[in-house]
């Protein structure tokens, strides 16, 4: 089955305890995206990936990490969480379409509170 | 940044229409995203538009105007499935959401 998986989907963590959220995709997908949804505030892009080693920022960067080492895995490091940083997370991925992503698939979303 | 606005709530009875108004400020060649988001869901694909003009998949229907910086999503014969927070996004490979609208469709 075609999926985007998140690991884990609920963490509640305390400040400045490093924490990795995994993602990873069985679709060939060139394109890899984090997302956070806050209320009010609707998803804002953290980071990027258009290829394996290939990441840029997205609206909102501070406080994360993200690598690309493998075209099938995206993970999300937060080196020193804040309580800022709460919020639900989707991991999205897609092929690259003409200039542009095409057809993003979501994860599941991860649920992280940081006391 | 890109500024896209949306408006925050609608309501609508079981087989109506309701037409769901984005606009956007930005510039450059990029395409316009609709997604469905169910209460404590994933956001799902619904239609993108690059080219202006009306695109229309079953009963969703999506337009684009990119001189007017203006899209709508027109969800016909409304079903209580249909109940959700719709997102409209803008962009290339960097992605901008709106806030969503929250459709409540009633018997």
């Known amino acids: 089955e075609a999926q985007v998986t998140q690991n884990p989907r609920y963490l509640i963590t305390v400040t400045g305890k490093k924490l990795t959220v995994t993602c990873s995709q069985n679709m060939n997908h060139e394109y890899m995206s984090w997302y956070r949804q806050d209320p009010g505030l609707g998803l804002r892009q953290i980071y990027y990936?258009?290829?394996?080693?290939?990441?840029d920022k997205g609206d909102v960067p501070e406080g994360y990490k993200v690598s690309r080492k493998e075209k099938r895995n995206f993970p999300l490091i937060l080196e020193s969480p804040s309580p800022n940083q709460t919020s639900l997370y989707f991991c999205?991925?897609?092929?690259?379409?003409?200039?542009?992503?095409?057809?993003?698939?979501f994860g599941p979303g991860t649920r992280l509170t940081v006391l | 940044g890109q500024n896209i606005d949306q408006p925050t709530e609608m309501t609508a009875t079981e087989g109506a229409i309701v037409q769901i108004n984005c606009t956007y400020q930005?510039?450059?060649?990029?395409?316009l995203f609709w997604y469905q988001q169910h209460a404590g869901e994933a956001p799902t694909f619904l239609s993108y538009?690059?080219?202006?003009g009306l695109e229309e998949k079953g009963r969703f229907s999506s337009f684009l105007s990119r001189s007017k910086g203006y899209s709508y999503l027109l969800l016909k014969e409304l079903q209580m499935k249909d109940s959700a927070s719709y997102l409209c996004?803008?962009?290339?490979?960097?992605?901008?959401f709106g806030a969503g609208t929250t459709v409540t469709v009633r018997a």
């Open positions: 990936s258009m290829n394996v080693e290939v990441t």
């Open positions: 999205a991925s897609s092929f690259l379409a003409r200039g542009s992503t095409d057809t993003q698939y």
């Open positions: 538009n690059v080219l202006d």
């Open positions: 996004a803008w962009g290339d490979y960097k992605l901008s």
């Open positions: 930005t510039s450059g060649f990029n395409g």
